[in-house]
Structure formats: structure tokens, C-alpha cells
């Protein structure tokens, strides 16, 4: 049970007084609201990014132009617009010093001549201008009397806004927010972090965000917002080591196995596993061999080999008796490491089967039933193989492919499949070494940094789209050689509202020069015709693939030999780098061809240019967090992958690892949050919605 101190922080936003529903339903525009209902902790969440200080009250004469200032004033004149005219209704103000326009663009004239009576004092707060040699302030944001001076905020904070939420409505939905706030939290921070970092309480600190008294206070490294983004990390990290005690805690079972399969398939292998293969390898053995249930993250670039070592696992458990399976993104990747590793499995006595969503009737209920009785040893599948109808008969291992595309509780799905089932997740798009403490603390990681022999480097050009008939001529060409080719498009029909290649048109297009050898595929055809499409490319009566993102991941084909990506300044470098690996699978020198709309933005620019310079993914994956930040890393809100309300990773990464060590050293001396302190820590974990953790602890 949520503890009935914070319970007000969670009712909803719209019972505030002074906000009401239509106010509160502009916040579901903003990306952290959860749920679909606005509550009170989603406006407390809601922090300020800058501040208006509006403390300058100079004369007119003294007022600094194009500067924030308060002016006290006399209403001289009004001189509204002609009827039925555009023209702005103006009012002239004055002091002892000079005087001012007051400019009002299609505004309300009752409320401005209400506001302003003639030969009244009041106060203007806003821009001052110069305007054809004339002092104006256009839209003064606040028109004040005495009293409404005496509430107006020196230093307001100004706050992110979507279409139908304004500023004044933000402010005073915060102040309706920080009323509801207890005064006497309990402080679950360790006294001594707290007196040498200098931080306050949870209570001031958001209390010094939504009321700065300085613009320093609403800066992402002043102490206000490193205090509650250092709760948040806390939080984070307590919850996953809460996971993860109950992932691992209960006693697994060893899988033993002598490695003889594993080492036949080794043996016929046409290359010799890398040094970082191997280790990863004996790391997996070791924890299939251990009495402790395994989840392990493999990271390894495009290419690395991270398929066939999962396979070698798989094999290690095969060997003892007992099922693995291995959990794909897509059907056209399940069914690319069904057809990949069935002659390995077969050659080493081993039975394996593929399920996917499309698997119907009678074939469909056979192999379920098989892998209810045991006869099937490996299966490949969707996300089909969470599915409650499927059962598996002795299910001991759980390999995850392409993992950021599932969610964690969906990770977690498959690992309940069986009873004691070991977890292996994969992932070829290398994460940047915060992320994997914040988002894979609960698990040990593997890396494959080396590519296997034979690789072929890409060379990647970028080219303005109005060179793109020379890009054509250079495809008719390479066609001549034997050549394949991937043709990227962002999207699958042209749009009105977006100046975007789309795949059917280009298709169109490329099919009325080249004829039958251009193919297309996208993830709006039915499975079937994607399978049919890219079959023909894989055998090579399609010589040129037009395609969506669809083929980003995983997808193998050693003959293609060149990455054509349109619009290349709309793809993240995550994306670009596994669009990439695409090509130089084979032997043929392989190019990567950057379309782009110019003129190009600076992120967009920093991107293209560090294709071109390297082709390490880890590199990558550490300058496109620089970029964007962690929250577009892996589209961790897409995934289910936990975001951060409050904590931004380029600002706070430093306190990560501290927040580990903390929630390391809690869980060693009070595992069940028993203590004072432990129970002020309960309220954190409820504070920043840690459910699945809540839920395992209340489960004991």
C-alpha cells in the first residue's frame, strides 16, 4: 500500500483548486504524464527550465532596450484600431521621464480598457522594444495595480508548454501542486551525503524550483534539481537491485553439460570464434553451470558474432536435457536464425523449430504440442512465445534478440516460462556505459568488441538529394558487377504534410529504370509478401531492395554490397550505424551512401559527419547519447525501458554510480527497508513509481 502521507500527490490534477480539467488536460501533451490521468505529482514533476526575472523597475527613460523590465506608469491615452481592422489597439503610457507604447495585437478591447483606465497608475511587466525610434513593450506579459504588484514574482520560472497551456496557468498549476506537498517528508538520503553535498530537503527543493528566488535555482547542476534527480537515480537503482534479488535470490538449478555439442558446432564453423566470443561464452557457461538464475546482457556491434554464441548456449542446455528458446523482434529476423541455424542444429542432432504470430491450424497446435511433450529441444519465435497459450516442457533458457525492442516487463515474460529460467538478452546496438548501469543494472554484461575475420570496411559518402541521378548512374553500374543494393526510405506512402521520400514511390521510380531487378518491402505489406521480397533479394532475382526500417535489424544478406539511406539527416546515428551493417557481410568493397535534404541542421550535420569517421559502434553509441540524450537513446519510452522524470544523464551521470553504491550498501544492511530509514526509502520508490520493485518488496 502506497503510504498515506503522499497519497494527496497522487489525486488528480484536475481537483486542484484554480486548475480544473480543461487545464489538467493539457498536460497528456507532455511526455511525462503517465496513464492518462494528470495527478499532482505529474505538476510537481513538471519543472521550470529557465526564469524571467523581472526585478529591473527602471524609469522609461533609463530602460534598457530589448531587456525584462517592470514599469510604473500613468495611462495617457488609448488608441484603438479602426473597425474590422487588423491594426494593433495601442496605449500610450507615461512617467516623469518619457513615455511608451503599450502595443495589444487582436486582443480583447474590453479587457485592455478595463485593465489600463485612463489617468490610473499601473505596472507593465515585459520586453522593452525600440520600434521606429519609439519606446513600445508589445503584449506586456503582466498589467498590474498595486496589489497585483505585490504578488507578482520577481524571479518567475518559466516551464515547458504544449499547444493550449500558458504560462500563467502553468505557474499557478505548480504553486496548486506544492501546496499539497507534505511538510514533514521523511528524508531518506544518508545524513552525511546530505551535509557534504550542501542539499535541502524534498520539500525545499521543489519548493526552490517552482519559487526561484535566483535564476540559479532552476539550473539542471544547482543543488535544488541535484537533489531530486539524485532521488530519482537512487530510486532506480534500489529497484533494480530489489529485481534482482528476486530474479536471482530463489535457487536456481544448474544446467551441467560437458560442451560436446557446443564443441562439434564450434569445430565446423567456417571461421575460428574471437578471443571476446570465447570469453563471452565461458561467462554464459559459468552462470548456466551456477545454482543462481542468470541475466546477462551481450553487447556486441553489428557483426560481431553475438548469434552464434547464443546458439552455443542454447546448445549447453540442449546437451543437459532441457529447452532454450530465443525470442526475436520481427518475423523476418526469426525466421532468418531459424533458416541460419537449423543446418548447425541439425548437423549436431539437434531439434529445432521456429514459431511466429503467422503460424496457424493444425501445423500451429503440433508444435505447440511438441514443445509441451519435450520433442523439440530449441525453438526460434516472435513475441508469440510469451503468449499464455504456450508451454514449454522443460524450458531452461531464455535468449532475447534485439532486446531494446521489447520492454523489460516483456523481457521478464519469457524468463517465467519456465521455473528457474536463465535470461540472455542481446543487443547489436552498443549502449553507452550510463545507460547500461541505469537501464541493465540488474544485469552482468558481455561485450563483443571485436568483428570477426573477413569483415569488409564500408565506405560512407554523404550526398546532397539533388545529386541523386548520379547516385542512380552509379547503382547501373555497379548492377553490371553482380552488385545488391539496400535503398532506405523513411517512409512508406508519400505525405502532404512531410517532404520525405517514401519507399512506394521510389520503388515506382527505380522499377522504371531497372524493371524486375527492384524489389520492395515495408512493414505495412503482410508477412508473406515480406518473406517473398526478401527471399528473391537473399537469391538474388531482386537486385536493388527498396525498404523501411524494417530491415534494420538483423537482417543477412553477404552478397549486398551497398547502403543507399534517403533522408539520412532524419535517422538517428543508432539507426544509420544498423542500417550500415547491413552491407560489408561479404566479400565485395562495400559503400554506405547518405542522402541528404540540405540545408542540414548542426545535430543533423555532427551526425552525417561521424558516420563518415568511424564505423565503432561503441563510439557511436557514446556521441548520439551526447547528442540527444538518453531518453531518445533506445526509444525507452517505446520499449517500456524506464525513463527519468527529473535526472538528465548528461548533467547527472556522475551521481550514477554513487546512487549504486548507495542502494548497494542499503540492501546489505536493511534487505527489507525495515529501518527508519528503510521505511523513508519506501516512499521514495512509490514517490517515482518503481511498481515492479514495490511489488517484490511488498511481496517479501
Not at 121 to 149: C, F, N
Not at 215 to 233: F, H, I, Q
Not at 448 to 459: H, V
Not at 500 to 515: D, S
Amino acid at each position: 500500500m502506497r503510504p498515506s502521507l503522499i497519497d494527496p500527490l497522487f489525486a488528480e490534477a484536475s481537483h486542484l483548486p484554480g486548475i480544473g480539467p480543461k487545464t489538467a488536460r493539457h498536460y497528456l501533451r507532455l511526455p511525462k504524464p503517465r496513464g492518462g490521468i494528470v495527478r499532482v505529482i505529474d505538476l510537481l514533476f513538471h519543472l521550470p527550465i529557465d526564469v524571467i526575472d523581472r526585478r529591473a523597475r527602471p524609469t522609461i527613460a533609463a530602460a534598457v532596450v530589448n531587456s525584462v523590465v517592470t514599469l510604473a506608469v500613468r495611462v495617457v491615452e488609448h488608441q484603438p484600431p479602426p473597425p474590422r481592422s487588423r491594426a494593433p489597439y495601442k496605449v500610450l503610457v507615461e512617467d516623469d521621464t518619457g513615455d511608451c507604447l503599450l502595443v495589444f495585437f487582436l486582443s480583447n478591447h474590453e479587457w485592455i480598457e478595463k485593465a489600463l483606465p485612463k489617468g490610473a497608475t499601473r505596472y507593465v511587466s515585459g520586453k522593452i522594444e525600440l520600434w521606429d525610434g519609439y519606446r513600445q513593450m508589445v503584449h506586456p506579459d503582466q498589467v498590474m495595480d498595486e496589489a497585483g504588484l505585490a504578488r507578482m514574482d520577481a524571479i518567475e520560472p518559466v516551464y515547458p508548454l504544449t499547444e493550449g497551456l500558458f504560462a500563467r496557468a502553468a505557474i499557478k498549476a505548480a504553486r496548486a501542486a506544492l501546496a499539497r506537498v507534505p511538510q514533514t517528508m521523511p528524508e531518506w538520503l544518508d545524513e552525511a551525503l546530505l551535509a557534504r553535498r550542501n542539499w535541502p530537503d524534498f520539500t525545499t527543493a521543489l519548493t526552490h524550483l517552482h519559487k526561484p528566488a535566483t535564476a540559479a535555482d532552476v539550473l539542471p547542476d544547482g543543488k535544488a534539481r541535484t537533489r531530486l534527480a539524485y532521488d530519482e537515480l537512487l530510486a532506480q537503482q534500489l529497484a533494480l537491485l530489489l529485481v534482482r534479488r528476486a530474479e536471482v535470490r530463489p535457487a536456481g538449478r544448474a544446467v551441467i553439460s560437458e560442451g560436446l555439442i557446443a564443441a562439434r558446432v564450434i569445430k565446423a564453423l567456417p571461421y575460428a570464434l574471437t578471443h571476446a566470443q570465447s570469453l563471452a561464452l565461458a561467462e554464459i557457461a559459468a552462470d548456466l553451470k551456477s545454482d543462481h538464475r542468470m541475466m546477462r546482457l551481450l553487447q556486441g556491434d553489428v557483426g560481431s558474432g553475438k548469434t552464434i554464441v547464443a546458439f552455443l548456449a542454447m546448445a549447453l542446455v540442449a546437451e543437459a536435457g532441457h529447452q532454450a528458446a530465443l525470442m526475436a523482434p520481427t518475423e523476418i529476423l526469426a525466421r532468418q536464425h531459424f533458416d541460419r541455424l537449423k543446418p548447425m542444429a541439425d548437423a549436431a542432432g539437434l531439434r529445432l523449430a521456429c514459431l511466429t504470430g503467422r503460424d496457424k491450424g493444425a501445423g500451429r497446435a503440433r508444435l505447440l504440442a511438441d514443445l509441451a511433450n519435450g520433442s523439440i529441444d530449441l525453438v526460434i519465435g516472435t513475441h508469440a512465445l510469451f503468449q499464455d497459450e504456450i508451454e514449454f516442457h522443460d524450458l531452461a533458457l531464455a535468449v532475447v534478440d534485439e532486446q531494446h525492442r521489447f520492454g523489460v516487463e516483456q523481457r521478464l515474460a519469457l524468463g517465467t516460462k519456465g521455473g528457474k529460467v536463465d535470461v540472455l538478452a542481446m543487443t547489436a546496438t552498443p549502449i553507452p556505459r550510463t545507460l547500461v548501469l541505469t537501464h541493465f543494472g540488474d544485469m552482468d554484461v558481455s561485450l563483443l568488441r571485436e568483428k570477426p575475420a573477413g569483415r569488409t570496411p564500408i565506405r560512407t559518402s554523404a550526398i546532397p538529394d539533388e545529386r541523386l541521378g548520379e547516385v542512380v548512374e552509379g547503382l547501373a553500374r555497379a548492377l553490371k558487377t553482380g552488385a545488391r543494393v539496400y535503398w532506405i526510405c523513411p517512409l512508406v506512402h508519400e505525405n502532404e504534410e512531410l517532404d520525405l521520400a517514401a519507399a512506394t514511390e521510389r520503388y515506382a521510380g527505380l522499377g522504371k529504370i531497372f524493371g524486375p531487378d527492384v524489389g520492395l518491402i515495408h512493414g505495412q505489406m503482410p508477412a508473406r509478401d515480406k518473406d517473398a521480397a526478401m527471399a528473391a533479394f537473399q537469391a538474388g532475382t531482386i537486385k536493388i531492395l527498396v525498404a523501411t526500417i524494417v530491415v534494420e535489424v538483423g537482417v543477412d544478406v553477404p552478397e549486398a554490397s551497398i547502403m543507399v539511406i534517403e533522408h539520412a539527416e532524419r535517422f538517428g546515428l543508432a539507426q544509420l550505424h544498423q542500417l550500415r551493417g547491413r552491407v560489408g557481410r561479404g566479400q565485395a568493397h562495400s559503400s554506405c551512401v547518405l542522402l541528404y535534404h540540405g540545408p542540414l541542421g548542426e545535430m543533423a550535420r555532427k551526425r552525417l559527419k561521424i558516420m563518415r569517421e568511424t564505423e565503432d559502434g561503441f563510439r557511436i553509441a557514446e556521441e548520439d547519447l551526447a547528442l540527444r540524450g538518453e531518453g531518445e537513446i533506445l526509444g525507452t519510452r517505446q520499449a517500456g525501458l524506464p525513463t527519468y522524470r527529473v535526472a538528465d544523464l548528461e548533467v547527472h551521470h556522475h551521481l550514477l554510480e554513487v546512487a549504486g553504491d548507495d542502494a548497494k550498501l542499503i540492501q546489505a544492511r536493511d534487505p527489507r527497508l525495515e529501518s527508519q530509514r528503510g521505511q523513508a526509502l519506501r516512499v521514495l520508490l512509490h514517490l517515482y513509481e518503481r511498481r515492479e520493485a514495490i511489488r517484490l518488496m511488498q511481496a517479501g
